[in-house]
Structure formats: C-alpha cells, structure tokens
C-alpha cells in the first residue's frame, strides 16, 4: 500500500493542509509587493521541493505518465480512484499527482474523503481533474450504508461537478450487503439523483 503524501506538509514543511492563496505558500504576508522578498520565498521553496526529487513518489509519477501514454493511443482515459489507505485518500497529493501527469484524471469516489483517516476532507479540488464518478452513501464510521443515512452531500457534489463542467456518467457502487435490499437501495439511489439533475 502507497503511503501517503501531502506535500504541503512533508515537502514544504506548512501547518495547513492546503495553503489558501499563493502568499501563504511562500510563507509571506498577504498582498506583499517586495519583489526580492517574493523572489527569495520562491526559491527557497522551489529548494525545499528540489531535495525530494528521486524519492518514491517520482517512480509513481513516472509509472502513471507511462500509463496515460499507453492508454492515450488507444482514446483511453486514465482516472486515479480516491480511495482511504492509498495515495489519493489525501485530495492535495491527487491533485499534485493530476498536475504532474498530463492527462491524468480521477475517478472520484468522495465516500473515501468522508470514511477514513481524512474524515470529511473537502475535496472540491479535485474536481477539475475528475473523469468519472462512483457514489454510495457514507459516514465517518462506515465506507457503505444505505441511502439517505449517509454524509454525502449529493446536491452540493453535483453543483461542484456542475462548476467544473462535468458531463461524464455517475456511477452508482453499492456493495451487497447482508440484509438490505440491494435493488431497493439503488432505486433509492436512482430517484435522489434524477431530482438533482
């Protein structure tokens, strides 16, 4: 199993998950105009990144690039699934991923953001990476329950989707369970859909 990366964090050495704007990234006061001041925060994190250059998460870089060759040639799409306990459990690390890898997408599964160690992460930024979509109802407690008693905001993940100019299938993944109604669930699934499309 891959470990984990944020790279804000390890790389960069910043309390925050995600830094809000680019002046928190370089560490400096908002608005600042000191161009030296400015110059020398880039550099200085432009070296902090630099001395993890040919660690592990480059060989996955490399190996994901080769892949998104090999599928582009045959019209393929290559979609990274956000999954707890990979790589992808964090949304900073898909994303830097996405960036690293030209035409690389995610296939994104947010009960995985909301089940785990990231517990309710938001990860509206890997929406402008996502190619494809797979939906269960979720808690922090629990990867699957039925519809309706889950923290899957369905509407907001859909507006989301919308802003982002997502126009690809949702897909339903409802594991059997014992003792639910399997086709109820996703009749259930089906209907709370249509009405936010």
């Given at each position: ?39 020398k925060a880039a550099n200085q ?137 399997q086709l109820a669930e996703l ?11």
């Amino acid at each position: 199993m891959a470990t984990t990366l944020n790279v804000y964090r390890q790389w960069l050495e910043l309390r925050h998950e995600r830094p809000k704007t680019h002046y928190h990234l370089l560490g400096l006061s908002m608005f600042t105009s000191d161009l030296v001041a400015i110059k020398k925060a880039a550099n200085q994190a432009r070296a902090k990144v630099e001395k993890h250059r040919g660690k592990e998460h480059d060989a996955e870089v490399e190996r994901l690039r080769q892949l998104v060759a090999i599928a582009s040639v045959e019209g393929v799409l290559v979609g990274l699934h956000t999954e707890a306990g990979r790589m992808t459990e964090d949304p900073s690390t898909t994303v830097v991923l996405c960036d690293n890898v030209k035409g690389l997408g995610v296939t994104l599964d947010p009960s995985h953001y909301i089940y785990g160690p990231q517990g309710r992460a938001n990860y509206e930024q890997v929406m402008k990476h996502t190619h494809h979509v797979r939906l269960r109802d979720t808690t922090k407690d629990q990867l699957q329950v039925r519809v309706g008693q889950g923290e899957v905001e369905y509407g907001k993940l859909v507006a989301q989707l919308g802003k982002y100019r997502y126009n690809h299938a949702l897909c339903v993944d409802i594991h059997p369970t014992p003792d639910v109604d399997q086709l109820a669930e996703l009749r259930k699934m089906r209907l709370l859909l249509e009405s936010l499309l």
